[in-house]
């Protein structure tokens, strides 16, 4: 994880004080990018504790398709009462709360997107030069499961341009308690078998959340190799607004004194060949060496 340290020192040195939208203020730089081999390691920070159980939950949820924060609880903790998420203050957020059709609902987000973008109800066909579409519009013209269309298009043409996850649904942007921040994704498939992912982040918190979102699409581009009968490549995340809050500055500086320790390996179930049916104890991280949690605050 040599690169993250290096973008951590990238932004202390270069960046520029900037006021941003929860009020905190940031560090930030413009446009960089990270790369991780999979083939070697997975990619979890070792200078401070990855959530790793919290990550897993919240790629399970999204995965699911659900828009509920205590759904989210439940899978990760097997209980839906007296417990708190990453999503739980984006559920509360007094901002977000009277558009909320129900307590803990977050709105049309990420695993929505992902399993059920509203499409307008075509009078035909999609007009194209070959039959790809049959992935992307639904019979009806009603929804798309993106995921589903991902895994089918990877096994029938491996080699397209096509391969590609949105969640940045222009038309429902005001419909969720966030934006997405990781805003797509490319998968990409060598003449090795290898399958790679590009993902495109336009806003980083790169303390707090970009190891998590690191170790997430890690996670996935394994998940989505599996089920398709893949080895996995590559994780390339390019990053728009890559800032540190002021508030880490000092948190960040801890982590960079501390020594890294060796990457892991990720153990996914081999019996599971279909992606929804992965669950929390199908997926461990094997020979897993970090130091303590360093704690922030989330700015919301």
Known sequence: MKQYHDLLTDILENGEVRDDRTGVGTISVFARQVRFDLRESFPAITTKKLAWKACVGELLWFLEGSRDERRLAEITHGTREGVVTIWTPNAMASYWKPKADFEGDLGRVYGVQWRNWHSPVPDSPPDIDDDYGQFWFDPNGKVIDQVQALIDGLKKDPYSRRHILSAWNVGELELMALPPCHVMSQYYVNTNNELSCHMYQRSADVFLGL?????????????????C???????????????IYKDHIDQVNEQLRREMYKQ??????????????FTMDDIKLIDYQSHDTIKAKMAV
């Open 264 to 277: 892991p390996t990720l153990w996914l179930n081999p019996d599971i060949k279909d992606i929804d049916k």
């Open 211 to 227: 190891p998590f979102n690191i170790a997430s699409y890690a996670l996935l581009t394994h998940m989505l190799a599996q089920v």
């Open 229 to 243: 009968d893949l080895n996995v490549g590559e994780l390339i995340i390019s990053t728009g607004d890559t800032h």
